[in-house]
């Protein structure tokens, strides 16, 4: 099923308007079992795989007659790859020339399997040309391939000799991207498997850097430079060198980026940058900076999309750093009004949104457009059902459950939320995983160990506090999710504190 939700996705995403091999039996009083399971796909209304089957097919996922629609539906959305339209305005130029490429390649060589070498020649023809303007060698080297075969079939001794001479040309370009690409993705093989191993090539990713560079500028291949700058990125975060992050983000944008996004020619999908910019700024806490960065990149992605969602996230996350509450309420109440596709989102979106209103209730209590169908007190008090599976997720609840009961002066519900909270803390305030949660952590302990008394709490507090201050956020939400940085929460705690 799960297959078959992606391809559903894809198709619903790049589908053109009239998708005759599905949708031509929808307006019909009976469409076939396939294509009642292609809208339910669609419109993604079940809970689950069984309960799909039980309303199309009333009975279970292991009937016969289920498994054939499920294959046969697979084959006619497989089909619908040929029919995707990536000509609408979210793609780059550069995207639009990928699928060009690969589809017109695809023709050329059925119109020669078929007989009909002239016009296989002409749009192979084509396609070499948009291929080596755009960078995709192998394409170009395998259309070359096949037309120079043709010219030996049609005893076309000097063009054959002339296309041989420009097939050694292309096929150096393609060598060397090949190889490239090979180290890079050997690289990215260590990055991805582990903090340990991404470590241990940190040395081999600056080595890359420069050969990328020098073969850029040796044989003028700009693909070579943007994987460049890219790797500088990887880097960045696995040596938590912010600043060099947002300074490669800034060179690919002023390298290569247009005015109007879908202009762009490269290898570059200009959310993929924003993203790393973005995240850069918040964890470096410059609230301010990231707002700018993203009210002048207004039109980033389009409403509904993934990418959307991402971006309006941060934005909320920037906008509560910044202090900006009204403002980070209006866009969760967008957040929450838009409708995501269930299968785009990652799993915990949805309890992400649930924890930031939360926060945002107990700091703006009269936001009536934040209370629909949410029990604000009943929530603070009993931790939902949500929290289960994300540690990160539960901590952030927990701690704004404490600062609720000291507000309250529910001294011995405060106590039992503290003890929830103790296992979550690193004794020695290790920097791996959650230095700033153990050090709120520690600080929460205080408050009681010192029997609330305010002037000893801030002179015992007041190395934390600096801590907090002088460290970064984390990058990794699974690790320390804060919806408001630590340190502005330690302010809500302490001043003005209750008697």
């Not at 339209?85 to 995207?95: A, C, M, R």
């Not at 000799?161 to 040309?169: D, H, V």
């Not at 969602?309 to 957040?335: H, M």
């Not at 320390?480 to 001043?495: K, R």
């Amino acid at each position: 099923m799960d297959e078959l939700r992606k391809l559903v996705g894809i198709i619903k995403k790049h589908g053109q308007r009239s998708l005759q091999i599905i949708e031509r039996e929808y307006k019909t009083k009976h469409p076939t079992k396939d294509t009642q399971l292609y809208q339910a796909l669609v419109s993604d209304d079940f809970e689950s795989e069984e309960d799909l089957v039980k309303k199309i097919f009333r009975t279970d996922k292991n009937d016969r007659n289920y498994k054939i629609t499920k294959t046969r539906l697979k084959e006619k959305l497989l089909n619908n790859l040929f029919l995707l339209d990536y000509h609408k305005s979210d793609f780059t130029e550069f995207q639009r020339a990928e699928y060009d490429c690969l589809h017109v390649f695809h023709q050329g060589k059925i119109l020669m399997m078929e007989g009909d070498s002239e016009n296989a020649v002409r749009i192979l023809a084509h396609a070499v040309k948009k291929a080596i303007r755009f960078g995709f060698y192998s394409i170009a080297y395998s259309s070359l391939l096949l037309i120079r075969k043709q010219y030996a079939i049609w005893g076309k001794n000097s063009m054959f000799e002339k296309l041989t001479e420009r097939i050694s040309k292309v096929k150096i370009k393609m060598l060397i991207q090949e190889d490239f690409e090979e180290r890079v993705q050997r690289i990215m093989a260590s990055v991805s498997k582990s903090h340990n191993a991404a470590l241990s090539v940190r040395d081999d990713i600056v080595k890359l850097i420069n050969k990328l560079k020098s073969a850029s500028d040796k044989n003028g291949m700009q693909c070579l430079d943007i994987q460049a700058e890219k790797l500088k990125i990887i880097l960045g975060w696995i040596n938590l060198e912010y600043n060099s992050i947002l300074e490669a983000c800034e060179y690919l944008e002023k390298k290569y980026f247009q005015d109007d996004i879908t202009q762009i020619s490269v290898d570059i999908y200009p959310g993929e940058i924003y993203k790393h910019a973005i995240k850069s700024y918040h964890v470096l806490k410059e609230y301010k900076a990231g707002l700018d960065y993203l009210s002048e990149r207004k039109a980033i992605a389009k409403k509904g999309t993934c990418d959307w969602y991402w971006l309006e996230e941060y934005k909320l996350l920037l906008l509560l750093g910044n202090g900006q509450l009204d403002e980070a309420a209006n866009v969760l109440v967008e957040l929450k009004s838009c409708r995501q596709s269930s299968f785009e989102m990652d799993s915990g979106f949805s309890d992400r949104l649930n924890i930031y209103r939360l926060h945002l209730l107990y700091f703006l209590p009269d936001e009536k457009q934040l209370y629909w169908g949410f029990h604000w007190e009943e929530l603070i008090r009993e931790h939902p059902d949500f929290l289960n599976g994300h540690r990160s997720y539960l901590v952030s609840y927990l701690i704004l459950q404490y600062i609720y009961f000291l507000r309250k002066v529910e001294i011995s519900e405060l106590r039992e939320t503290l003890e929830l909270l103790k296992p979550f803390s690193t004794e020695h305030l290790s920097r791996k995983n959650n230095y700033r949660t153990s050090i709120l952590i520690r600080m929460l302990e205080i408050v009681s160990e010192k029997n609330f008394d305010h002037e000893a709490i801030i002179d015992r507090c007041s190395n934390y506090s600096k801590k907090l201050k002088d460290s970064r956020l984390n990058p990794d939400m699974d690790h320390e999710f804060e919806v408001i940085p630590y340190e502005n929460l330690w302010a809500e705690i302490h001043d003005p504190y209750p008697d």
